[in-house]
């Protein structure tokens, strides 16, 4: 394939990649390799290898079926329809709250708009939200992707230099009398399932791969063969999970052990990722990643109230018995309803970033175990042609996710409510 045919394909996995490497890289696992240094390390792994069928199912369904995983869901029966539609309601708002807050912060670092207005705190959240609505309501598909093309590349290249050179640079000395935390207490557990929860990004929004395939195809000038959409889509994935650990790689040799702590507030949060980076690459760089990071989360951003705009729309549609397609009018309400939402989740969380952030990651991976066993059933029922099935290796990886999620998520209910 040759770089033009590679270029073209580009669409919903480099959305994806853009989408996960948000919260849970530059936040959660930032957190854990600062908080647990490298103990985090193997459930990283793990929940990026079983998680990664289910989402690859979004991008195999759309292109093998030609539609989305929700109207499959539609196919097993009213009620995982109206599973899912629940799953939307109740993560859409704080979803893209948490999101649009650590993008803020991160703007807020960039411009200087507390220090200007230091009244106005809500000022760069109010911003990223216009900005994205507007981008959203206005523009097309292509506009979003090729948005997203810029900024993504811009962070790869600066995480994997960031990452050469802490390596190079060593751990940071620990402190006198430093005690290893304990991963096994109600808070060490709690984390855990947090950083799972959107590690590399919440498994309900692997109907978004199927949305962005779907539209990605419309175009028959520029639509990829089934080959390119799962290959495109499996080098944004693996690319987003050796990411998680470069981040957490930062986390675990510049601040754990240090005493150091990290900030609770965005803006604070954000000023202390950036000098995480330029610890390593050297102050010179400081304005060069405070972009870079500004960039993925706002491409974050308009991802996310993209993502649930169209799940949102397309779900009321198949629930409502709607026969037109997924109108762009419908799409547009959506785009409102949610922005105005996450706002009012920001008013209340505006001074609890970190709950923030752990309640919209928990409730993800909660769910998390219904949505793999509807695409699991979905890819391996009769309505796929077998030569587009998944293969026996992705089938087992699945069935041992599917049993890896569903037991830490019975164990966390155990351990908060009985």
Known sequence: MNWKAINRSLGPGLLFASTSI?????????????????????????????????FEFGSRYAAAKGESLIDGYKRLGILPLWIYFLVIILSMFFVSAAVVFVTAGFMDNLFGISDQWPTLTLLPSIVIFLICFFILYFGKFSTLTEVIKVVGIVLLVSTLIAFVLTLLHGREPTMEGFIEPDLLNDSGIFFIIALMGWMPTALDLSTWNSLWT????????????????????????????????????????????????MPEGSSAFANFIINLYSTSIGQWSYWIIALASFSIMFGTSIGVLDGYSRALNHTTKLIFNQHN?????????????????????????????????????????????????????LVTGKHIPSKHKPSLLLIIISILGITFLTGFAAFYLWKQFL
């Not at 990283?44 to 079983?50: L, R, S």
Request: charged share 10%.
């Open 214 to 261: 779907l539209e990605k195809m419309k175009d028959p000038e520029t639509a990829p063969t089934f080959n390119q959409i799962i290959k495109e889509f499996n080098w944004g994935y693996w690319i987003t999970a050796g990411l998680s650990l470069c981040f957490l790689t930062l986390g675990a040799y510049l601040i754990y052990g240090t005493g150091t702590e």
């Open 22 to 54: 948000g919260v849970s890289h530059l936040v959660q696992s930032t957190r854990a390799g600062a908080e647990f240094g490298f103990a985090l390390a193997g459930i990283i792994i793990a929940v990026n290898v079983f998680k990664f069928p289910f």
């Open 325 to 377: 397609q997924s109108s762009p009018k419908g799409y547009r309400i959506a785009i409102f309803l949610i922005s105005i939402g996450a706002f009012s989740i920001i008013l209340f969380f505006m001074n609890q970033f970190k709950q923030l952030i752990d309640l919209a990651t928990t409730i993800s991976f909660v769910v998390a175990p219904l949505i793999a066993i509807a695409n699991l059933r």
